[in-house]
Every structure is written in structure tokens, then in C-alpha cells.
């Protein structure tokens, strides 16, 4: 029974460069969000997504970065032409239901993928 | 608005001490949860507990516990007798219900040397 599946662990790109970060989540899981971890810092919500829409992206920054939860697939992160300030640890985490649900599960994490632009 | 305070930084034990990660929480709404994970050095974020607002009593899991205060607006984790493994980063956070984000403090760096 595998948990939140991320890949790549770690990504390293050029400026300017794309990045596509993946998330699978736990079978049985249509929600999925989205967080950043700048270094030594918190976690900050991105994304939240269920299969092919979008809930709440209040947390994505306006410009150069999307989502999607393609109804069949994983979830992909997609930064487009990445800058020094994007280098972090991205955390996908998903959940059966709604996690603002009375009752709500816990929000299951995976890995994170590292992304470390030069 | 929601909001996460984890005012420790970071916090260095010896081996065996009784250590408590303080967290303080600012939210409008009566139904909310708290949560703690932990994240080791390898990365991963790793679930410890979930409390919802109704529920005051405090938990014992083990060497840790949790002390819930709501009229101090406070969620409190202790390890007792804390060990080498323990060294982690720890982040409390909070959800309410009827919104989407899980809001995470800024997180306390626990250093536990032999």
C-alpha cells in the first residue's frame, strides 16, 4: 500500500529552465495539495486540487507556475522558467476527503522533491 | 485569519531530558483541528497528532504528549526522557472546518545530543 508517491526526489535546473514536479497519491486519495518549503522555513499551501479541477490556489504565485490533477495520472507541479528563488523542497500531501471536512483525515505527505536551481 | 506561532527556533537537549516545543494558535472560528508532524533530517514530513477543538483532554503516545489549552490558545507537544532519534524539526499547525489550507508554524529545530 503505497503512500505519496513524489518524483523526482530531487531536480536541479538552470535558470530559465522548466521543472515538472509529480505527485501520486495514495490509492484511494482524490485530494491532493500542494506545498513549499523555502530552506529553514515552514511549509507554505500552494495548491489544492481534486481530479481535473482546481480548488483553491491562493497560495500559487500569479506568474510561471501551474498545477494540474489530470483525471487519470499523477498531480504535476510545473514551474516555467525557474529562477534562484524557486530552489525548494515541494511536498505534495493528499487526502480521501475534503480536509476541511467535519471529521477530515490527516493530510498524508510524501518525500518532497527537491528542486535546487544554478 | 489563521495563524501558527512556534516561537522556539531551535532547542538543544541531552539525552534523556524532558523537552516541551511550545505552539500558539490565532483563529475566529469554534471548530477547528491542530496538528503536529515531525520531519527527521531525511526530509519527509511525518504525522504525530490530530486534536479537534472540541476535545481538550490532554494525550499521552508513549514519551510524548500533548497538552491542549484553548483558553490560552495553545498546543503544547513534550517528549519525555527525549533520545538521539528524536532530533527533528517539528511543526505545528492548524485547519478549521469549512477551509482547505493546513497552516504551519515556522517550525522548532529539537537537537537531542548523547
Known amino acids: 500500500n503505497a503512500g505519496v508517491m513524489q518524483n523526482p526526489r530531487h531536480l536541479v535546473r538552470r535558470r530559465g529552465q522548466e521543472a515538472r514536479l509529480r505527485c501520486s497519491p495514495m490509492k484511494g486519495h482524490s485530494h491532493v495539495y500542494w506545498y513549499r518549503q523555502l530552506p529553514e522555513e515552514g511549509l507554505k499551501f500552494m495548491v489544492y486540487l481534486q481530479k481535473e479541477n482546481i480548488i483553491d490556489e491562493s497560495g500559487m504565485p500569479k506568474e510561471r507556475f501551474s498545477a494540474e490533477f489530470p483525471k487519470e495520472g499523477p498531480s504535476i507541479l510545473r514551474i516555467q522558467q525557474v529562477v534562484r528563488g524557486d530552489s525548494a523542497a515541494y511536498f505534495c500531501a493528499s487526502s480521501p476527503i475534503r480536509s476541511g471536512t467535519l471529521g477530515a483525515n490527516v493530510l498524508t505527505f510524501g518525500a518532497g522533491s527537491r528542486l535546487t536551481v544554478l | 485569519a489563521q495563524k501558527v506561532t512556534q516561537a522556539q527556533t531551535e532547542i538543544s537537549v541531552v539525552e534523556k531530558e524532558d523537552v516541551t516545543l511550545d505552539c500558539v494558535y490565532e483563529t475566529r472560528d469554534t471548530t477547528y483541528y491542530l496538528f503536529w508532524y515531525k520531519q527527521p533530517p531525511s526530509g519527509e514530513l511525518v504525522f504525530l497528532i490530530r486534536r479537534n477543538s472540541f476535545d481538550e483532554q490532554n494525550e499521552i503516545s508513549g514519551r510524548y504528549s500533548w497538552n491542549f489549552q484553548k483558553s490560552t490558545s495553545s498546543f503544547n507537544f513534550t517528549i519525555t526522557a527525549s533520545q538521539v532519534v528524536d532530533s527533528a524539526v517539528y511543526f505545528c499547525?492548524?485547519?478549521?472546518?469549512?477551509?482547505?489550507?493546513?497552516?504551519f508554524g515556522a517550525g522548532t529545530r529539537l537537537f537531542v545530543k548523547a
Open positions: 499547525a492548524q485547519l478549521y472546518t469549512g477551509g482547505f489550507k493546513t497552516i
